[in-house]
């Protein structure tokens, strides 16, 4: 996570146990953390939940951490383990709570078309709709990395602290998954232009 980041003094006050320091921490880092949450699950009334437990988690196991000049990735893994963790509970759970949302979801979607400022703005939320349902058509695995390499900018070197592999391993990994996406894209192509032509 790029920005500012928390000064080391304020990493180890937190593990020795002093809560305001925590707090300050959870402060500092709570609005990239559910940004990346956000971009990893794709459900954001759930979002909040998942970030909840990815402080709980670092509440419990601050005392694990290495040292304070690797805390950002730490964080990083912490917030990705809880996104899978949510992704499976999910796969478990195939029943949806589409019905409990649905009228709520009819009314922010009316309030959103009403309330759309311009062409530009649209043009965007399609680009990223595209981009998510192309994302949703790979594996869990190959959406969050290259989620966290596309979307979230990390570079290699800081991909390589949260997935413990090295450098060739993930730039093979990153190859493939941009592959099985082109793949997915190739695709989606061909359906729209055979649902053209069948018209």
Same mark, same amino acid.
């Given at each position: 996570?790029?920005?500012?980041?928390?000064?080391?003094?304020?990493?180890?006050?937190?593990?020795?146990?002093?809560?305001?320091?925590?707090?300050?921490?959870?402060?500092?880092?709570?609005?990239?953390?559910?940004? $990346?949450?956000?971009?990893?699950? /794709?459900?954001?009334?759930?979002?909040?939940?998942?970030?909840?437990?990815?402080?709980?988690?670092?509440?419990?196991?601050?005392?694990?951490?290495?040292?304070?000049?690797?805390?950002?990735?730490?964080?990083?893994?912490?917030?990705?383990?809880?996104?899978?963790?949510?992704?499976?509970?999910?796969?478990?759970?195939?029943?949806?709570?589409?019905?409990?949302?649905?009228?709520?979801?009819?009314?922010?979607?009316?309030?959103?078309?009403?309330?759309?400022?311009?062409?530009?703005?649209?043009?965007?939320?399609?680009?990223?709709?595209?981009?998510?349902?192309?994302?949703?058509?790979?594996?869990?695995?190959?959406?969050?990395?290259? $989620?966290?390499?596309?979307?979230? /900018?990390?570079?290699?070197?800081?991909?390589?602290?949260?997935?413990?592999?090295?450098?060739?391993?993930?730039?093979?990994?990153?190859?493939?998954?941009?592959?099985?996406?082109?793949?997915?894209?190739?695709?989606?192509?061909?359906?729209?232009?055979?649902?053209?032509?069948?018209?």
């Amino acid at each position: 996570m790029d920005g500012v980041h928390p000064a080391d003094s304020l990493v180890r006050r937190a593990r020795k146990g002093d809560d305001e320091a925590f707090n300050e921490l959870v402060q500092a880092y709570r609005k990239r953390i559910l940004g $990346t949450i956000a971009r990893l699950i /794709g459900r954001p009334e759930d979002v909040e939940d998942v970030a909840q437990e990815v402080f709980v988690r670092l509440y419990f196991s601050l005392q694990q951490l290495r040292s304070p000049d690797v805390f950002e990735p730490w964080l990083y893994r912490l917030t990705v383990n809880a996104a899978y963790d949510y992704l499976r509970r999910q796969r478990r759970r195939p029943e949806t709570r589409m019905a409990d949302l649905s009228d709520q979801q009819m009314l922010l979607a009316d309030a959103a078309e009403g309330t759309r400022i311009c062409d530009e703005q649209e043009r965007k939320g399609r680009l990223r709709d595209f981009v998510r349902s192309l994302l949703a058509e790979v594996s869990e695995e190959d959406r969050i990395l290259l $989620t966290l390499k596309e979307i979230e /900018g990390l570079s290699l070197k800081e991909l390589q602290q949260i997935y413990g592999a090295s450098e060739n391993a993930l730039k093979v990994r990153l190859f493939r998954a941009r592959r099985r996406v082109l793949r997915a894209y190739r695709r989606s192509q061909a359906a729209a232009h055979n649902q053209v032509g069948s018209r």
